[in-house]
């Protein structure tokens, strides 16, 4: 991202607004994604589904095919999926800073811009993988380094395992719970 962006969105102090949506600044985007997920879903969940499954073109019949209506043609429920469309895709450019604003806004439907945020800050599937191995790695090496506070070692953990937890690899308590005790420095240890 841009510094100029950066500065803009300096002063802002994205909050925990429960009337605007996160804001992407370009950093941290497994934290923005699960954030935007439940705020899109806890202001309309319509929004949601719009996003995760795509948009569908109101249809009608015409003889033995189906063709798109018209926008004269619409039905209320159709205007209200349309609005919905056009909502979802509001939603994602007031919650991106202009840099990624300008990657999405070539995009046609809300469904696009999320995966496209995906793909460019998640990687491919080829790409999670990679990082999954990587993470999981990390997971099975990590130790209490020497003279390390609890806390600190506690906090080098739990981004481990929400970097996981956001590309979809999870533990099961009990295994986190063995993994810490087993990690911690013997002056730890009882």
Request: glycine residues 4%; charged residues 35%; contains cysteine.
């Amino acid at each position: 991202m841009g510094s100029s962006s950066r500065n803009l969105y300096a002063g802002i102090g994205e909050g925990q607004s429960t009337s605007r949506p996160p804001l992407f600044d370009g950093t941290n985007y497994s934290y923005w994604k699960e954030r935007m997920r439940i705020y899109i879903r806890s202001t309309n969940f319509q929004l949601w589904l719009v996003i995760k499954n795509g948009e569908e073109i109101p249809m009608k019949k015409v003889g033995e095919t189906t063709v798109p209506k018209t926008e004269n043609e619409f039905d209320a429920e159709d205007i209200k999926k349309i609005e919905n469309y056009a909502k979802a895709i509001n939603m994602l450019y007031c919650a991106v800073n202009p840099d990624d604003y300008r990657k999405i806004s070539c995009c046609t439907t809300a469904k696009e811009m999320w995966d496209k945020l995906e793909v460019t800050y998640e990687g491919t599937d080829q790409v999670r993988e990679a990082k999954i191995d990587f993470l999981t790695q990390e997971y099975e090496m990590f130790r209490m380094k020497e003279g390390e506070k609890i806390d600190d070692m506690f906090d080098r953990f739990s981004k481990i395992i929400n970097d996981l937890h956001a590309l979809k690899k999870t533990y099961t308590n009990k295994d986190l719970v063995r993994k810490i005790l087993r990690s911690l420095t013997p002056e730890w240890r009882c």
